[in-house]
């Protein structure tokens, strides 16, 4: 008889254990994460603050907290939170205790190693009473975007013609022709186009006489992307560090301009996380529009949209439409023969090509 009623009086107690603390254990318990920046490039560190905060007058036994990262963070954190790493997520685990009316602020230094928008929507969050009997779960919104651009190289772990385009781009500051700015007149060439000729002073010296052209200090730069790896590659990347390297050419390449004040541009053969179209980014001034260009490197998707000669193949229909030159800067692991056709195109319409290859990790071109 007595052990019945130990029993009894001991089922009463759990009851009522889990009716105090297991039951409302995850109410009024508030949650909240941010990262400092919304913004960084490939390789920077950031914090991540966690806050965790019990609003009612009964402790929490335990609280557990679960949140699904993309893998290619690196957290710099302690014992406290449990890891489970896989090749595109790692889940983040931890457990604690909380007095009442509590208030917990965690920081966390991640390192962002890849490049990409990263979405991250929801985090799990359980509790129980005293004895791990009676738990309870929630998904809590905590939705963040974090976009990470492609890492800006420095000048020796660049292919060494890059410094041969940095030193023609700044001479071209001051040798670009300016179609405002006239200057006088000068013999028709085969290259000048009908709208240019001088009609008044041809028929004073009886030779075709075109409008002789002054110089500006305003040189365009486009950059081409070509996420092919090689001329059979058709679809989806299969080495995607070579890639990934040579869109970090690319950001280089938009940083110097930006930074010296010259107008960059910059198209892609890729998909797109925002458009199944191809993406091309007229060139002009400034750091709002380089941080555009640099946004839109970093929702490239790793799957080719179109084959790289027929990109260059619009590009050089576009541009014999136009009076206007520029200068090319093609960022790819090979060039096809089909592709110098229509490099060739682009020479002769007037404007300056530079094929930047990229480089595998032993410095090799691809």
Not at 70 to 84: C, H, K, L, V, Y
Not at 111 to 125: A, D, H, L, N, P
Not at 254 to 275: I, P
Request: charged letters at 25%; a negative charge; one cysteine or more.
């Amino acid at each position: 008889m007595d052990l019945l009623w130990f029993i009894v009086v001991g089922l009463l107690l759990i009851l009522v254990e889990q009716a105090i603390f297991g039951i409302p254990v995850l109410r009024r318990v508030t949650y909240s994460r941010e990262f400092e920046k919304e913004r960084c490039y490939a390789g920077d560190q950031l914090v991540m603050t966690e806050k965790i905060a019990n609003e009612k007058r009964l402790p929490i036994p335990w609280l557990r907290l679960e949140a699904m990262m993309p893998a290619s963070f690196s957290f710099q954190t302690g014992e406290e939170m449990g890891i489970s790493k896989g090749n595109i997520y790692q889940n983040h685990q931890s457990v604690f205790t909380m007095r009442p009316f509590t208030k917990i602020s965690r920081r966390h230094f991640v390192v962002c190693q890849k490049r990409g928008v990263y979405q991250m929507e929801t985090v799990t969050m359980t509790g129980g009473d005293l004895f791990n009997i009676y738990s309870t779960s929630q998904k809590l919104p905590v939705s963040i975007a974090l976009t990470v651009y492609p890492a800006i190289l420095s000048d020796h772990e660049m292919p060494s013609n890059f410094e041969v385009w940095q030193g023609e781009l700044e001479v071209s500051r001051w040798i670009v022709e300016d179609p405002f700015l006239i200057v006088g007149v000068r013999p028709y060439g085969e290259s000048d186009p009908m709208n240019r000729i001088h009609w008044s002073a041809t028929a004073r010296t009886g030779d075709l006489q075109v409008f002789k052209q002054g110089f500006s200090s305003d040189p365009q730069t486009m950059i081409l992307f070509n996420i092919q790896e090689s001329e059979e590659m058709w679809s989806v990347v299969t080495r995607p560090e070579l890639v990934e390297r040579g869109l970090s050419y690319a950001a280089t390449a938009v940083s110097y301009a930006a930074g010296r004040g010259l107008k960059a541009g910059f198209a892609h053969n890729a998909y797109s996380e925002k458009a199944d179209t191809s993406v091309r980014i007229e060139a002009d001034y400034g750091s709002v529009h380089a941080e555009y260009i640099m946004q839109t490197m970093a929702e490239v998707q790793l799957k080719c949209l179109m084959p790289m000669e027929q990109m260059l193949r619009d590009e050089a229909d576009r541009q014999e439409d136009e009076e206007r030159k520029l200068d090319y800067l093609l960022i790819t692991a090979y060039v096809s023969q089909a592709m110098e056709t229509q490099l060739a195109r682009l020479r002769n319409a007037g404007n300056r090509i530079t094929v930047l290859f990229i480089e595998d990790k032993e410095g090799g071109n691809e």
